[in-house]
């Protein structure tokens, strides 16, 4: 996991990063800079099962989320499963990006970083 999470953190712009069960239990977290997301990992299943809920009454599952705060934008990325479902065993990777103009770099990097968070 210390190496996905340096992984993370090499991506140009990304400052903080955390690797969350979907019932909130942090599986780690690093960072560049505070504030970090080591202590919000109940907060980040919340954010992401709020956006779940949503993205069901639309008609689609959640395969992402930005957030947009004033310190900086918030990445929610759902890793598949192994098996090829994210439904089960759901993995989390938050990404707190320095500004919005990072979020292209950050979301091209997300499909590696995603596989490596699934297989951990």
Same mark, same amino acid.
């Given at each position: 996991m210390r190496e996905l999470l340096n992984e993370a953190l *090499?991506? #140009?712009? !990304? @400052? %903080? !990063?955390a690797v969350v069960s979907g019932?909130?239990?942090? =599986?780690? *977290? %690093? +960072?560049?800079?505070p504030p970090g997301l080591s202590e919000a990992g109940s907060l980040l299943a919340a954010a992401l099962a709020a956006s779940? !809920?949503? %993205?069901e009454s639309l008609g689609g599952g959640l395969g +992402?989320?930005?957030?947009?705060?004033?310190?900086? #934008?918030? !990445?929610l990325a759902v890793a598949p499963h192994p098996d090829g479902t994210a439904t $089960?065993?759901? $993995?989390?990777?938050a990404l707190r990006l320095r500004t919005l103009a990072d979020l292209g770099r950050a979301r091209?990097? =997300?499909?590696? =970083? =995603?596989?490596? @968070?699934?297989a951990a």
């Open positions: *090499a991506v #140009p712009g !990304v @400052v %903080a !990063v019932d909130g239990e942090l =599986l780690g *977290a %690093a +960072q560049h800079e779940g !809920v949503l %993205a +992402q989320a930005v957030l947009e705060y004033r310190t900086g #934008p918030l !990445v $089960r065993d759901v $993995r989390v990777l091209f990097e =997300l499909p590696r =970083l =995603l596989s490596g @968070v699934a």
